[in-house]
């Protein structure tokens, strides 16, 4: 796991390199401060957002389990299923597959690619489009302007939550200079204290920026980033599946049309053509039989 990794790795530095340099971790302990730093933030949160967001932003926390939902071979098992589809209806004419697509658990083609039918964004796309490519009613400009909306409109409802995280991100080094503000304003007011216990109370004060930056820019923020990261990998499958089908639309054989979609993805997690050729011919399905 990534994230925990990552966030060990912050604590560790900050508060390792602090202690190796000779500070006392004791100071550092101030529940006040993460009181008021912490409950504003939430507090502004819950403010700037209307339920719809603050349900997806919870939401979001169970999604950032796994480190790649979206890798290579789930790129590839999304391809191979496209080819099988795309295949048998040019084969045997688009009503053939009509039956895999209203019932996708109980097809036999479906439940070669698991990744995939498990799947509920990318089967509803998938899906969707293929039951209008059957109708046969609509030409692929219009398919594909819908797709594009329906892309777009996904992309901006799951960017919400990051949106909403990092303006939490944003807002917490300010927080945590009212906290210290807070801390210096109640060290003046005991100005006739000595200067040992001013220096302490101040000390306590300068915690709360501390604190206000190491929790925006070392753990909010990067949980930000995250989502983005999730979201730009799930409208990368999208647009993967659209660009397939568009070629198939356009009169391309199966093979080249899944070769389209191949291109759409990023360098990174794309498979080269001799992988998903051999990925293709060695998984077993309906779709290509006889092909």
Do not use: W
């Amino acid at each position: 796991m990534l994230i925990p990794l990552g966030f060990i790795i912050v604590i560790v530095s900050v508060f390792g390199g602090f202690t190796l340099a000779g500070g006392q971790l004791g100071p550092l302990y101030q529940p006040t401060e993460v009181l008021m730093i912490v409950g504003a933030a939430v507090g502004s949160f819950i403010a700037a957002n209307n339920f719809k967001a603050i349900k997806a932003t919870l939401r979001t926390a169970s999604k950032l389990k796994r480190t790649t939902k979206y890798d290579k071979e789930t790129y590839m098992e999304l391809m191979a299923l496209q080819y099988k589809l795309l295949t048998k209806a040019r084969r045997d004419g688009m009503l053939a597959i009509e039956r895999d697509i209203d019932n996708p658990d109980d097809s036999a083609l479906f439940s070669d690619y698991p990744r995939i039918q498990q799947d509920p964004m990318i089967m509803g796309f998938l899906t969707d489009y293929l039951r209008l490519m059957i109708s046969g009613n609509m030409d692929p400009h219009q398919i594909d302007e819908l797709m594009e909306h329906e892309i777009e409109a996904f992309e901006h409802e799951a960017h919400i939550p990051a949106d909403a995280l990092a303006k939490v991100g944003d807002g917490l080094p300010a927080f945590g200079i009212v906290a210290a503000v807070m801390g210096v304003i109640k060290a003046l007011s005991a100005a006739d204290s000595g200067p040992s216990e001013m220096g302490v109370m101040i000390a306590h004060a300068l915690v709360g920026t501390f604190l206000g930056i190491l929790l925006a820019y070392g753990f909010v923020n990067p949980l930000s980033s995250r989502i983005d990261r999730q979201v730009g990998e799930a409208v990368k499958m999208l647009q993967c599946i659209r660009v397939t089908l568009l070629a198939s639309l356009n009169g391309y054989a199966p093979q080249l049309a899944v070769e389209f979609g191949r291109k759409a993805l990023h360098t990174a997690e794309r498979p080269t053509f001799t992988e998903l050729e051999e990925h293709v011919r060695s998984s077993k399905g309906t779709g290509t039989e006889g092909a």
